[in-house]
């Protein structure tokens, strides 16, 4: 009785009282994964780092192929529980033909964004990634899984940099 009567009178007096806001839907391609192995004695770890605002979606990567580390940038929209990837640049590779605007080297034919049919998805904690039409099933499949930090393995200052602009939509 004494709270009620102190609610009442602080209500009465002017004072304002506050609801807590619904707690904002968590952005379950938020974070980093990584996974590394030895090759030819070294450590080789390949990477995805991903911001999600809203259905928005960025991320920058980094893998191994062909003796070579490539890395790109991504922008895509999440829908339900899949990532779909809809433009892409970077080193070319498997991934994209497409250099990143001021990052190609003089004389790259194709600059800025190239179109991509990729897609991510979470199982269990880990990305997995799809194509096409492929479904985004768990059945099978390893992923990638979840760290807290990359440590030295992860993006430099400047991918660092376009990732958090592009999550606030300046890519």
Known sequence: MRLAMTAILSITAGVS?????????????????????????????????????????????????????????????????VAHIEKICGDPGSETDTYCAGRAPEGAEKVG????????FLCNGKLLGASGDDAASCAGKTGVPRVRELGAEGPEPGERAWLAACARGSE
């Open 17 to 81: 009282v506050s609801i807590p806001a619904p707690a904002a839907a968590p952005a379950p391609f938020e974070g980093a994964w990584m996974s590394c192995e030895t090759y030819q004695g070294a450590e080789i770890c390949d990477y995805t780092v991903l911001a999600q605002r809203g259905d928005r979606v960025c991320g920058v990567q980094r893998y191994f192929a062909t003796n070579a580390y490539y890395e790109q940038r991504f922008v895509g929209t999440v829908k339900a529980n």
């Open 113 to 120: 964004w190239g179109a991509s049919d990729e897609k991510l």
